[in-house]
């Protein structure tokens, strides 16, 4: 059997990466933060935007960054939403967070 041509495995690492980013992005949406319905929780909205930042894009890796932080109301009631963007590839998302504060014990 003849050796394959660089062409022909620089194309099949392509697919297979593309099918990677494409499982990646699936887990992404059911991970924490994804919807309304879904939102991280954290007790301060002092802590929104550091967790943001440490949330990282399934495309490149890289950690997003924080380009805006709005409250917004939605049927699930009261989150805060931000608009995040990936500084290496350009990708962009909304993360959803729900403040609940800590019970006293």
Same mark, same amino acid.
């Given at each position: ?15 297979? $990466? !593309? ?6 992005? !699936? ?7 994804? $919807? ?15 967790? !943001? ?8 890796? $890289?950690?997003? @960054? ?33 403040? @609940? ?5």
């Amino acid at each position: 059997m003849a050796a394959k041509r660089g062409r022909t495995i620089r194309r099949e690492q392509q697919h297979a $990466d !593309a099918k990677l980013v494409r499982a990646r992005e !699936a887990l992404e949406q059911l991970a924490p933060g994804a $919807d309304a319905a879904n939102p991280i929780a954290v007790e301060s909205a002092s802590q929104i935007e550091v967790r !943001a930042r440490a949330v990282r894009c399934p495309v490149c890796g $890289d950690a997003y @960054r924080v380009v805006e932080h709005e409250a917004i109301t939605t049927p699930c009631g009261a989150r805060r939403v931000v608009a995040a963007t990936s500084p290496q590839c350009g990708r962009t998302r909304s993360i959803y967070f729900a403040i @609940r504060p800590a019970l006293a014990n």
